[in-house]
């Protein structure tokens, strides 16, 4: 195969023709030096391959954001190492609880799909591993059908439901939990592979305390050569005010140190989603998902919220690890536009209390819709729950509380008629765009100490050079004439069409800026 570079040796039964590996016939076990083995790199050379074979090649990357074509030729029981700490595997393992494996999948890639299956299977003791449901949420791909019937037929431990209709992730989610009959629910996304020993800890914990949700370490696999790279730095989880996203934060950054033995559970404010366990009837008592959410977005917060709230915790384990296709993008895309924000909106109106109105505040003024959502205030009533006050307090005091913004909204210029937009949450640097209205990456606070921030990054300047800083904020002066001048460097804010910089005060209309106060009665 001229198209790959290959550090290890070929796999003795594959076609030497490119054009016979995107349909490989998967074996049973591992080659004992096939590609990928170990999470090593598989690299491929488009311009190396025949037409043919180049063609399945794009159109298997722009079908999936990742490279399918590798996916194809990496054996779906590769072996992967232990990642985790040395003192993990002296750990003994008592629980009697068994697992029900909860996949939901829509359109995924057929060998990644059973490349997730075999993982499970092949790294799961079988007396803790009861099933495994697979939930086929509408798929059209002809794969996805009888052929995948056929296969999971051999694998009596695999059975396949389907939704019949688009569901999305939580109400297919939803479709598995009814069906599922072991004591723990392990909820897996369709594009993931485990490491040795990352069942037992999860379960372990469930047993010592059945309120605590756990989740495994997730280590990326990457989306272009499938390797694995296992992350050194322990992050858990927090989230965005702004349609309140998850983020991680490093456990260096949190305020409260948690206790550090190599194996302890880390304390974590929100979960990832993808990847956690959970008792069923904890998780029934809690009222399972809000299936008034509409296809994704949101869930994970929601059940962390009320995991805390309601007397549990969510929890960070060092000793299990999964791996995880992060895609360059979402290959997914929604019936429905918005559902992101309104799932956020009822998560938010139904256990954020007066918070919510810092939701609404960075998501711009548009209205919106949630449904009904009596049954779940009920719900919340009925638990006797703690309020989000309690939780900011307690569970995450590291998140900054915009209860000082002297401003908030868009930073509007007036000789372009732009608005100060900070990229995305991966950007280090601020840029000038056109106004939008919808908040976003265009929500800016002043603070009452001048910093300016959008809930995550603050404008900072040095060496002369505007960016953005998580961790801190320049000091700015909001003049009479418009102008923000900034303290340390005695320069001012200045607008080009698509570019910020800091300038020499002068009195340019570039340097002109219209901030929206906060009305007194909104700052708490």
């Given at each position: 195969m001229g198209?790959l570079?290959?550090?290890l040796?070929?796999?003795?039964?594959w076609?030497?023709?490119p054009?016979?590996?995107?349909?490989?016939q998967?074996?049973?076990e591992?080659p004992p030096?096939?590609?990928g083995e170990?999470?090593?790199p598989?690299t491929v050379?488009?311009n190396?391959?025949?037409?043919?074979?180049n063609?399945?090649?794009?159109?298997?990357?722009?079908?999936?954001?990742?490279n399918?074509?590798?996916?194809?030729i990496v054996s779906?029981?590769?072996?992967?190492p232990?990642?985790g700490p040395?003192q993990?595997r002296?750990?003994?393992?008592?629980?009697r609880?068994?697992a029900?494996?909860?996949?939901c999948f829509?359109?995924?890639?057929?060998s990644t799909?059973l490349r997730?299956?075999?993982?499970?299977?092949?790294r799961s003791?079988?007396?803790?591993?009861?099933?495994?449901?697979?939930?086929?949420?509408?798929?059209?791909?002809d794969?996805l059908?009888?052929a995948?019937?056929?296969?999971?037929s051999?694998?009596?431990i695999v059975?396949?439901?389907?939704?019949?209709?688009?569901e999305?992730?939580?109400?297919?989610?939803?479709l598995?939990?009814?069906?599922?009959?072991?004591?723990?629910l392990?909820?897996?996304?369709?594009?993931?592979e485990?490491f040795?020993g990352?069942?037992?800890?999860?379960?372990?914990?469930?047993?010592?305390?059945p309120?605590a949700?756990?989740?495994p370490?997730i280590?990326?696999?990457k989306?272009d050569?499938?390797?694995?790279?296992p992350?050194?730095?322990l992050s858990?989880?927090?989230?965005s005010?702004?349609?309140?996203?998850?983020?991680w934060?490093g456990?260096?950054?949190?305020?409260?140190?948690?206790?550090?033995?190599?194996?302890?559970p880390?304390?974590?404010?929100t979960?990832p989603?993808g990847l956690?366990?959970?008792s069923?009837?904890y998780?029934?008592?809690?009222?399972?998902?809000?299936?008034?959410?509409?296809?994704?977005?949101?869930?994970?917060?929601?059940l962390?919220?009320?995991?805390?709230?309601?007397?549990?915790?969510?929890?960070?384990l060092p000793?299990?690890?999964?791996?995880?296709?992060?895609h360059?993008?979402?290959?997914?895309h929604?019936?429905t536009?918005?559902?992101?924000?309104r799932?956020?909106?009822?998560?938010?109106?139904?256990?954020?209390?007066?918070?919510?109105s810092?939701?609404?505040?960075t998501?711009g003024?548009?209205?919106v819709?949630?449904?009904?959502?009596?049954e779940?205030?009920e719900?919340?009533r009925?638990?006797?729950c703690q309020?989000?006050?309690?939780?900011?307090?307690?569970?995450l005091?590291e998140?900054p509380?915009p209860?000082d913004c002297?401003?908030?909204?868009?930073?509007?210029?007036?000789?372009?008629?732009?608005?100060?937009?900070?990229?995305?949450r991966?950007?280090l640097?601020?840029d000038?765009?056109?106004?939008t209205?919808?908040g976003y990456?265009q929500?800016?606070?002043?603070r009452?100490?001048?910093?300016i921030?959008?809930y995550?990054?603050h404008l900072?300047?040095?060496d002369?050079?505007v960016?953005?800083?998580l961790?801190?904020g320049s000091?700015w002066?909001?003049?009479?004439?418009?102008q923000?001048?900034e303290?340390i460097?005695?320069?001012c804010?200045?607008?080009?069409?698509?570019?910020?910089?800091?300038?020499?005060?002068?009195?340019?209309?570039?340097?002109v800026w219209?901030l929206?106060a906060?009305?007194?009665n909104?700052?708490?």
């Amino acid at each position: 195969m001229g198209g790959l570079h290959q550090p290890l040796k070929n796999i003795g039964n594959w076609s030497n023709d490119p054009d016979d590996v995107m349909y490989p016939q998967f074996v049973a076990e591992s080659p004992p030096h096939g590609r990928g083995e170990y999470g090593l790199p598989v690299t491929v050379f488009p311009n190396h391959l025949s037409a043919k074979t180049n063609q399945s090649f794009d159109e298997g990357l722009k079908k999936n954001n990742f490279n399918q074509f590798v996916g194809d030729i990496v054996s779906v029981t590769r072996r992967l190492p232990d990642p985790g700490p040395p003192q993990c595997r002296s750990l003994s393992h008592q629980s009697r609880h068994r697992a029900s494996v909860i996949m939901c999948f829509h359109n995924e890639a057929w060998s990644t799909l059973l490349r997730s299956v075999h993982s499970i299977i092949n790294r799961s003791p079988p007396h803790l591993l009861q099933e495994i449901i697979l939930v086929d949420d509408a798929s059209d791909l002809d794969h996805l059908g009888a052929a995948l019937e056929k296969y999971m037929s051999g694998l009596s431990i695999v059975k396949i439901l389907r939704t019949g209709q688009r569901e999305g992730l939580t109400r297919a989610r939803l479709l598995g939990y009814k069906h599922a009959t072991a004591s723990v629910l392990v909820f897996l996304d369709s594009h993931i592979e485990c490491f040795p020993g990352w069942l037992e800890p999860l379960l372990d914990r469930i047993a010592e305390n059945p309120h605590a949700v756990p989740y495994p370490k997730i280590e990326s696999i990457k989306p272009d050569t499938l390797s694995v790279e296992p992350h050194v730095p322990l992050s858990v989880g927090t989230f965005s005010w702004a349609n309140l996203i998850f983020r991680w934060i490093g456990i260096h950054e949190l305020r409260t140190k948690p206790a550090r033995s190599q194996t302890a559970p880390i304390k974590s404010a929100t979960m990832p989603g993808g990847l956690f366990a959970i008792s069923r009837a904890y998780f029934t008592l809690l009222g399972a998902y809000d299936p008034g959410l509409d296809y994704w977005g949101g869930e994970n917060i929601e059940l962390s919220f009320k995991v805390w709230m309601c007397n549990g915790s969510v929890e960070l384990l060092p000793c299990s690890h999964v791996g995880h296709i992060f895609h360059h993008n979402n290959p997914i895309h929604w019936p429905t536009p918005g559902s992101v924000r309104r799932n956020a909106a009822r998560v938010a109106e139904v256990w954020m209390d007066d918070y919510k109105s810092f939701f609404y505040e960075t998501t711009g003024s548009d209205k919106v819709v949630v449904g009904d959502i009596s049954e779940r205030q009920e719900l919340r009533r009925s638990l006797n729950c703690q309020d989000f006050e309690w939780y900011l307090n307690n569970v995450l005091p590291e998140l900054p509380v915009p209860t000082d913004c002297l401003t908030v909204g868009e930073i509007r210029n007036a000789a372009y008629n732009n608005c100060i937009d900070s990229m995305g949450r991966h950007s280090l640097l601020p840029d000038m765009f056109t106004c939008t209205g919808k908040g976003y990456n265009q929500f800016w606070c002043m603070r009452d100490n001048g910093q300016i921030w959008n809930y995550h990054q603050h404008l900072y300047v040095k060496d002369g050079n505007v960016s953005l800083n998580l961790r801190q904020g320049s000091s700015w002066t909001y003049t009479q004439n418009g102008q923000l001048h900034e303290k340390i460097s005695g320069l001012c804010l200045q607008a080009g069409k698509k570019t910020l910089t800091i300038q020499p005060c002068s009195g340019e209309t570039s340097q002109v800026w219209t901030l929206t106060a906060r009305p007194p009665n909104q700052r708490h």
